[in-house]
């Protein structure tokens, strides 16, 4: 189910990623992903694993993912991509 991005809530995107990585990762059900936990770093996800989560990201949130938006603290915690995906979110509203 896509929800329209104009009504979507930060708890919206987190619960959203939180449930992504979990299901593409293998995360087990009883492990709970910190917002501010590391992606990376926590072996959660791994450098091709960055490309599945970019990928969901555009197509999930309906946001263009540019080259210069390629940067690690984008995609470092479920928080920071919160805030990346709602900046972009803010973007697009603003161009509307």
């Not at 309906?62 to 479920?78: G, H, K, P, R, Y």
Request: without cysteine; charged residues 25%.
């Amino acid at each position: 189910m896509v929800v329209q991005s104009h009504e979507m809530s930060g708890n919206d995107i987190v619960g959203r990623v939180r449930a992504f990585i979990a299901e593409e990762f293998g995360v087990p059900a009883d492990r709970e992903i910190g917002e501010e936990e590391s992606l990376l770093a926590g072996g959660l996800i791994d450098s091709m694993g960055i490309l599945a989560l970019i990928d969901f990201i555009e197509s999930d949130f309906e946001v263009q993912i540019s080259e210069t938006d390629l940067v690690a603290t984008n995609f470092e915690s479920i928080a920071a991509i919160r805030a990346f995906v709602e900046g972009k979110l803010g973007h697009a509203a603003s161009a509307a």
